[in-house]
């Protein structure tokens, strides 16, 4: 899907994460059931004052990796949760399925940012946790061996 310059989007770092290929199995462990769609919860401590919005215009939540964008997840929704170590925190339900998006910098900043239309990277597609398959085997063999796979 590819959004235009007004969609809102927001950003957040995925903090202690290696690579997409670490943050799709961790994510991938927490799956849940979100009035019948599989989603994967995202911790934060306030829900966007946008945040409607957002799932209205069908707007998605960007993760930085080790100082890139990586992927995105469209939100389906927010959970306000008590819970006894950090009291209040808001739960942004996205589906389950991550789009992987070109990588592109992002310096580091703190909790989750609005993302501007001008600052959304493209879509590479859905990311599968990395089986690849339209690489010819003697090159997939070649980039295994050179440790890029």
Request: charged share 30%; aromatic share 8%; net charge negative.
């Amino acid at each position: 899907m590819t959004y235009s310059m007004s969609d809102i989007h927001i950003i957040k770092l995925a903090v202690g994460v290696d690579d997409i290929a670490h943050l799709y199995d961790i994510q991938r462990h927490h799956e849940i059931d979100y009035h019948g769609m599989r989603a994967v919860p995202c911790w934060t401590r306030y829900k966007p004052t946008r945040g409607d919005e957002i799932v209205k215009k069908g707007g998605s939540i960007y993760r930085v990796v080790k100082n890139r964008i990586v992927c995105r997840h469209r939100i389906l929704g927010y959970e306000i949760v008590e819970t006894e170590a950090k009291g209040k925190m808001c739960m942004i339900m996205q589906d389950a399925e991550m789009i992987e998006t070109v990588h592109t910098p992002r310096r580091p900043f703190q909790g989750w940012r609005y993302l501007k239309g001008a600052d959304i990277p493209a879509d590479k597609g859905v990311y599968t946790g990395g089986i690849i398959e339209d690489i010819p085997e003697d090159l997939e063999d070649e980039l295994k061996e050179a440790g890029l796979l």
